[in-house]
């Protein structure tokens, strides 16, 4: 009998669930599940181009367990592009990696992004600048301190 599959670990949904040939209605296409630890396999490997062992890291997986993620991800998505079949990106055992979060000073609107993705340009709701990372500690001085200075621009709190 073989282990249960641990929770793998993705930094962002998809920002589409359904990818499929143009002019083909999908309820003729023959559709291929792409889970979304594949997704995120791909990301990391093809996108970021990432080696399998910080993927893997990344991934909260083995390095085994990522080449296997990926090979699975590459077949079916060559699969779906040769065949002409519809791709649907869903499913899978996944956690959603840590988020950050951002509160601006002007309209005190909150909201969340994904580790790794650089400093925000404006406060989605209103379009200012003036905004700061809340619960920023531990890179500072140790865990739930607040940072000294913010992710923004140099900015201080």
């Not at 002007?106 to 580790?115: G, K, Q, R, V």
């Amino acid at each position: 009998m073989s282990r249960p599959q641990c929770c793998r670990r993705i930094s962002q949904e998809p920002p589409c669930a359904v990818f499929k040939p143009t002019s083909i209605p999908a309820r003729f296409l023959e559709e291929i599940v792409l889970t979304l630890d594949e997704f995120e396999a791909l990301r990391l490997a093809d996108l970021n181009g990432l080696y399998h062992e910080q993927a893997a890291a990344s991934m909260n997986v083995s390095r085994q367990t990522f080449g296997r993620i990926i090979d699975t991800a590459r077949r079916k998505t060559a699969e779906a592009l040769i065949l002409g079949k519809a791709l649907r990106i869903e499913g899978g055992k996944v956690e959603m990696a840590g988020m950050r979060q951002f509160k601006c000073q002007d309209c005190l609107h909150t909201w969340e992004l994904p580790f790794g993705g650089g400093c925000p340009e404006g406060c989605p709701n209103c379009g200012g600048a003036n905004f700061r990372r809340e619960n920023c500690g531990g890179r500072d001085g140790g865990e739930g301190q607040i940072r000294k200075r913010c992710c923004h621009r140099g900015a201080n709190p």
